[in-house]
């Protein structure tokens, strides 16, 4: 069963593992229609934060359950309220229909790396086992780390349930539309002043991938994921070929809000902190345990974003090329045509 | 641009001239220029790499340590003793005396490192939590390879093999007044003598003597600091009082001296939370400061000479 099938990354999920012989059936649950194609999956209309879920996991008796209903922006759900009452009470409607089923077997969790936040505290790499308490949090890294905590609840109630919870790095791929690939193809990129953040991200093929073999095996437990290797904002801007503007800071109610109300960006406190300092996580777990291996580097992630999304920007990589060849021509006096 | 050959031709011929008449303005030869515009290519595009630290050597190597080096080389006429205890490969843990109000004895020491070692390493220095919080400052120091002073980035910078710098003193050590010059404050919890010990890492006492007459701490003005939220807010003889001007450091003469490296793979496993060893370590890493300074301090003779 995939719940939050109507999202993008469900739905592709939901259409993969009904392709997959292994598994033999697939029940997608969300409130409203799938628009995409949901392969041979079934579509079950149930609303997470009732007690609709309950008896839809009743009448279907499913043996694997993948949450993917947490929403990282608030526009998804239509507000703050709506958002945190789908992520917490959710999740918690959720987890009790699974205490009760006799059926299920095994829970996977879609979370996020938000969960560590981001700050000038916190080390380079966070790994599994470190999750600070003590850093002022809001906004959906609140909600990421509450519901965290239900899962970790839930798993210490029903031992004989394998739980999975898959930390992930902010995902991003040609199609996939989230507040960071919104961020990264305004035509000009708000950015705080003399910041840099490092992050890492993961495609949306390879975040598929590991749902679907955490789905498919048994591997319970924690895990980050997120592709090799790092890259800073400006360097992603520079390969997006989009202008940077600092600001003093993105998270004054005055910039936030001419931000948000020109709908150039809707920025969350959780968001903002991301921008100013970066964040890593360590993926060795990633490798080792749970045994997955993303087919796509942070960089590789980003630039097959940047191919399917952002073409023609201002500062489009083949111009600085162009203009670099010319320049190199002029000055090493060798003519500067060789394109 | 026209794709006629022969207006390409001349505008090729008109390119070429500039350009050869530009370089001999500016005498410097084609390939350093080729160079320089094919860096700034890379990283126009976005064509580098930073590590999980955000470490980026390129940017290090062409622009952050060229422009310390003069103020390395002709202002502080730094002299390094003692390279041959850094080892050519794998981890150590240099730890070393802190001084000089700003904190521009970390960068020295880094500059020292890679330039007078034969393998020219990075070494990566740890930075307190305030570097991390500026603007700007957080930029440039994750660049140029700092972290954060916390365990967790200690170890997996050893763990990788990287030679990492420590100031144990932290600010009571930077932010120390100029009548204790020389004296080594606390070394805090010891928390580097354990992070080496975990890893079975060679710790290098380092000694540095020049840093402390730089910007001559004569007051600390606390409600400053406090409004803030600084550790201090220097009063030196020419900071505040001359402005910008007043943060151009004083030339002392420097000298840099790394010791013999101490063994701490040795110790039994689970060494590193015996409070016993540690505080015995980090007394001896600090002892050996100490002692290195005041043999320094007489060798140099005065500080401006």
């Known amino acids: 069963m995939v719940v939050g099938v109507a999202r993008y990354l469900g739905g592709r999920l939901a259409q993969q593992l009904s392709a997959d012989p292994a598994v033999q059936r697939v029940i997608g649950v969300d409130v409203v229609e799938p628009t995409e194609n949901i392969g041979a999956a079934e579509f079950v209309r149930a609303d997470i934060r009732t007690s609709d879920i309950g008896r839809a996991i009743q009448r279907t008796a499913p043996d694997t359950v993948v949450h993917m209903n947490i929403l990282a922006t608030r526009s998804d759900a239509g507000g703050r309220a709506p958002q945190k009452e789908i992520n917490v009470i959710g999740t918690m409607q959720l987890l009790a229909a699974c205490q009760r089923s006799e059926s299920v077997r095994k829970v996977v969790v879609k979370s996020s790396t938000t969960v560590y936040g981001a700050g000038p505290h916190a080390p380079a790499l966070f790994s599994e086992d470190m999750v600070p308490g003590m850093v002022a949090r809001g906004g959906y890294e609140k909600d990421a780390g509450e519901v965290e905590a239900y899962v970790r609840g839930y798993s210490r109630r029903r031992p004989d349930v394998g739980v999975t919870i898959l930390r992930f790095a902010n995902v991003l791929g040609p199609t996939i539309r989230t507040a960071l690939s919104e961020y990264f193809v305004l035509p000009v990129v708000p950015v705080v002043l003399g910041r840099d953040p490092r992050f890492q991200l993961v495609h949306e093929q390879d975040c598929l991938d590991a749902l679907r073999l955490a789905t498919v095996e048994d591997r319970p437990g924690i895990f980050n994921v997120a592709g090799d290797g790092f890259l800073v904002l400006s360097q992603a801007l520079r390969r997006a070929g989009r202008p940077a503007l600092p600001l003093p800071t993105l998270g004054t109610p005055l910039i936030g809000g001419v931000l948000r109300r020109t709908r150039v960006a809707d920025m969350d406190a959780a968001m903002v902190r991301f921008l100013t300092h970066g964040r890593g996580v360590d993926t060795t777990r990633m490798r080792t345990a749970l045994g997955f291996d993303p087919a796509y580097s942070t960089r590789a992630t980003f630039d097959a974003f940047a191919a399917a999304r952002s073409r023609g920007g201002l500062l489009e990589r083949d111009r600085v090329r162009a203009v670099e060849q010319t320049l190199r021509g002029v000055l090493t006096g060798e003519t500067g045509h060789g394109r | ?305």
């Open chain 2, 1 to 305: 641009m026209a794709d006629d050959p022969q207006t390409t031709g001349a505008l090729d011929r008109v390119a070429v001239t500039l350009g050869r008449a530009l370089r001999d303005r500016l005498g410097v030869d084609g390939a350093q220029l080729d160079r320089l515009v094919e860096f700034l290519g890379r990283r126009l595009t976005g064509d580098f790499e930073v590590d999980a630290f955000g470490f980026d050597p390129e940017l290090t190597e062409t622009v952050l340590l060229p422009v310390l080096r003069p103020l390395y080389r002709r202002w502080f006429r730094v002299e390094v003793r003692g390279i041959e205890n850094i080892p050519d490969t794998g981890p150590a843990l240099v730890a070393a005396n802190h001084s000089g109000t700003i904190p521009v004895d970390s960068l020295m020491t880094q500059l020292a490192v890679h330039d007078e070692h034969p393998r020219h390493r990075h070494l990566r220095t740890l930075g307190a939590t305030l570097v991390f919080q500026l603007p700007v400052v957080s930029d440039l120091a994750r660049k140029g390879g700092s972290t954060l002073a916390c365990n967790e980035d200690v170890e997996a910078l050893l763990d990788t093999g990287e030679l990492v710098g420590v100031w144990p003193e932290g600010f009571k050590g930077v932010g120390k007044p100029f009548s204790e010059r020389y004296k080594l404050q606390r070394f805090g919890r010891g928390g580097f003598v354990s992070a080496a010990l975990r890893s079975g890492t060679p710790i290098v006492p380092c000694s540095i003597v020049g840093a402390e007459e730089i910007y001559p701490l004569i007051g600390n003005a606390d409600y400053l600091a406090r409004l803030l939220g600084l550790p201090y807010f220097p009063i030196t003889p020419t900071f505040p009082w001359l402005g910008p001007l007043g943060l151009v450091p004083l030339p002392s003469k420097w000298l840099i001296e790394f010791g013999e490296p101490i063994r701490t793979d040795q110790y039994p496993p689970g060494t590193a939370d015996d409070p016993m060893v540690v505080f015995e370590l980090t007394d001896q890493v600090r002892d050996t400061i100490q002692r290195t300074l005041v043999e320094l301090r007489e060798l140099r003779g005065p500080a401006f000479g």
